[in-house]
């Protein structure tokens, strides 16, 4: 029963992505959480959406680089978001843990491993967030605070993408 509702929902979120990937000059987030990290990634430079299969281990590979696994016949590098952040502990891969890939026009073959998915996000959502800490990278956005007041930051993926540190994964 558990499985099935998932499945649906999983249905449901893959067809809110495409609706708004399709939406006119809007921005839009899909919203993730990363260890303690709240983050929103732009639709525009998501890609598919996976359950977590564990990988396989890359010898060597910086503690954050998971390993490599084939989702949809590509080989894709599998990165614990949470552990490239520096948060303690890393992603706790489980249930609720999700692969996001960056979106094919990145050219970029890797997958983020999240602990959840919270869902779409709009800016209307959002305020900035005056006393959040200045962003630890470029690719980070500022903070942002939601309705309940909990504080966001929008990763930038193709700005990721070019980073000297996140392409250096032995």
């Known amino acids: 029963m558990a499985r099935s509702s998932l499945i649906e929902f999983q249905g449901r ?10 939406a006119a000059g809007e921005s839009r987030w899909l919203a993730v959480i990363a260890g303690d990290s709240r983050l929103l990634l732009p ?10 299969t564990p990988p396989a281990p890359l010898p060597h590979a910086q503690a954050w680089f998971v390993g490599l696994l084939n989702l949809r016949g590509e080989v894709c590098g599998i990165v614990d978001l949470a552990a490239f952040l520096g948060r303690a502990g890393g992603s706790r891969a489980g249930a609720r843990s999700r692969l996001v890939q960056f979106a094919p026009s990145l050219d970029t073959n890797v997958a983020l491993l999240v602990d959840q998915l919270v869902g ?3 800016p209307e959502q959002f305020v900035v967030d005056a006393q959040a800490p200045a962003a630890e990278a470029p690719w980070l956005g500022p903070g942002l605070l939601d309705a309940d007041g909990l504080r966001w930051r929008e990763l930038n993926l193709a700005l990721l993408a070019d980073d000297a540190r996140f392409l250096q994964v032995v």
């Open 13 to 22: 979120l893959a067809e809110r992505l495409q609706q708004a990937q399709h």
């Open 43 to 52: 639709l525009a430079q998501s890609g598919e959406i996976s359950s977590y």
């Open 120 to 122: 779409l996000r709009t």
